[in-house]
């Protein structure tokens, strides 16, 4: 049996020529050109405008006249409106953010078991926040609290006289804080990704050494959460200022101003009464106070956020 041999032909392969590349540093702009003309066309030109009419009387029917920080004096001084949003805004903030970061914090640490179903359970759960603050959501909240609403017929099977919870002043902010509270998905999703960083041998030490669950929950588990927390707290600051939906759908700031909030009283002063730079003042004022309040937080934090480069409170 002969064999069979292959020859390979030796082939030459020529790499003294050089491969000319397009290399700029334009390229790059290129690629975020889409972001950037979104931000300035969007974002930056609104606000400068924005900036501007807050100087001026605008009312949309004529052309801008300048009256330098008269609408801002009128706000401070004379506007009791103002001072009327600005205090239901920040009853509704107090006591709806930490309630939701509470129930959020609950609800991840029960999710973050293992048990046969869980993904769908937390899939059950986000479910609330899919669906937003969107106009659907604040009608049927405005039906179950209302007269004759559900949580009334409820109330009857147990022989307690129900009230129009969102009609009564002193029970119409609460619906507003309840329905806040209830949207807890994106916050409690964000937890559970904390959570789950957390190594596990730091409960197993302290459970040898006789931590009980609740010492572990504040030693080990809001320590190495903190900077977690931080984020979702000044998220849901930012958010509760800015609530707008719920009240003008709910409640339309009412009863008695009991849920007037600021970025009603705002759109109330731009598209009913067509004041847009009186609008354009309030808008940043709210910006200012927005700011103060995060700060006010970031400054706080350094002595109840924990972070590894951290040792006995200092940075090393």
């Not at 390979?8 to 702009?29: A, C, F, H, L, S």
């Not at 401070?76 to 107090?94: A, N, P, R, Y």
């Not at 869980?118 to 926040?129: H, K, N, V």
């Not at 969107?134 to 009334?152: C, E, K, T, Y």
Request: hydrophobic share 50%; glycine share 6%.
């Amino acid at each position: 049996m002969k064999s069979t041999e292959l020859h390979i032909p030796n082939v030459q392969v020529k790499t003294d020529k050089k491969i000319k590349r397009w290399e700029t540093p334009y390229i790059g702009y290129l690629f975020m050109a889409p972001w950037l003309i979104g931000l300035f066309v969007f974002i930056l030109w609104p606000m400068g405008l924005s900036l501007y009419y807050s100087f001026t009387n605008f009312s949309l029917l004529a052309k801008p006249t300048w009256i330098g920080t008269g609408n801002y004096s009128q706000i401070l001084i004379d506007d009791d409106k103002f001072l009327q949003s600005l205090k239901v805004t920040l009853q509704f903030v107090v006591f709806s953010v930490p309630l939701k970061l509470i129930f959020a914090l609950l609800v991840a640490m029960l999710l973050r078991k293992e048990i046969k179903g869980m993904s769908f359970y937390r899939t059950f759960i986000y479910f609330p926040s899919l669906i937003g603050t969107s106009i659907a959501v604040s009608i049927l909240w405005r039906q179950i609290f209302g007269q004759d609403g559900f949580i009334n017929h409820l109330l009857s099977y147990f022989h307690i006289a129900g009230k129009s919870w969102i009609g009564d002043p002193s029970s119409s902010l609460g619906t507003l804080i309840i329905l806040a509270v209830w949207q807890f998905g994106s916050t409690m999703v964000i937890f559970l990704a904390g959570l789950k960083q957390i190594p596990n041998d730091l409960y197993e030490a302290s459970g040898v050494d006789g931590a009980s669950k609740f010492r572990q929950f504040i030693s080990i588990t809001l320590p190495m959460l903190s900077p977690i927390l931080l984020f979702n707290l000044v998220l849901a600051t930012i958010q509760s200022f800015q609530m707008f939906t719920q009240a003008f759908i709910i409640t339309k700031g009412g009863p008695a101003n009991s849920t007037y909030m600021y970025a009603l009283y705002l759109y109330e002063r731009a598209f009913d009464q067509l004041q847009m730079g009186y609008a354009s003042a309030l808008a940043w004022l709210l910006l200012i106070v927005i700011g103060a309040a995060t700060a006010l937080i970031f400054v706080s934090s350094k002595y109840w956020v924990f972070y590894e480069s951290e040792t006995g409170g200092e940075q090393k």
